[in-house]
């Protein structure tokens, strides 16, 4: 995937942050079950970093696209819960980069 579009760098993040999210469980245990803090706060900050820049992109090119208000609060509201981001990615953003797809074919073509 090529990280020339606003679409394609938000699936981008969409990833990473579901990533992230999910690396935190190891090192919540690791805090927790074995007093070592500093992976933690290693996986916290990243996590806590590609956080701020999912929700920002969303917002960006929910304003670029005139989004309504449903389906940016689920994109917003994915990067809560684990796994949500990745749904989020195949049930939203493909389809929607699908979409911009058949636009530029079609531009193409003319």
């Known amino acids: 995937m090529k990280l020339n579009t606003v679409l394609n760098q938000l699936r981008a993040l969409a990833i990473l942050e579901g990533?992230?999210?999910?690396?935190?469980?190891?090192?919540?245990?690791?805090?927790?079950?074995?007093?070592?803090?500093l992976p933690n706060k290693i996986v916290g900050s990243?996590?806590?970093?590609?956080?701020?820049?999912?929700?920002?992109?969303?917002?960006?090119y929910a304003l670029k696209k005139k989004w309504n208000l449903m389906k940016t609060l689920i994109c917003l509201?994915?990067?809560?819960?684990?796994?949500?981001?990745?749904?989020?990615?195949?049930?939203?953003?493909?389809?929607?980069?699908?979409?911009e797809?058949?636009?530029?074919?079609?531009k193409d073509a003319e």
């Open 19 to 37: 990533i992230s999210y999910l690396l935190l469980i190891p090192t919540v245990i690791l805090k927790y079950g074995y007093e070592m803090g």
């Open 46 to 60: 990243i996590h806590g970093l590609l956080f701020v820049l999912y929700s920002i992109w969303v917002i960006y």
């Open 77 to 99: 509201a994915a990067s809560l819960f684990p796994f949500a981001t990745f749904i989020v990615d195949q049930k939203i953003l493909k389809i929607e980069a699908e979409g």
């Open 101 to 106: 797809l058949k636009i530029a074919m079609s």
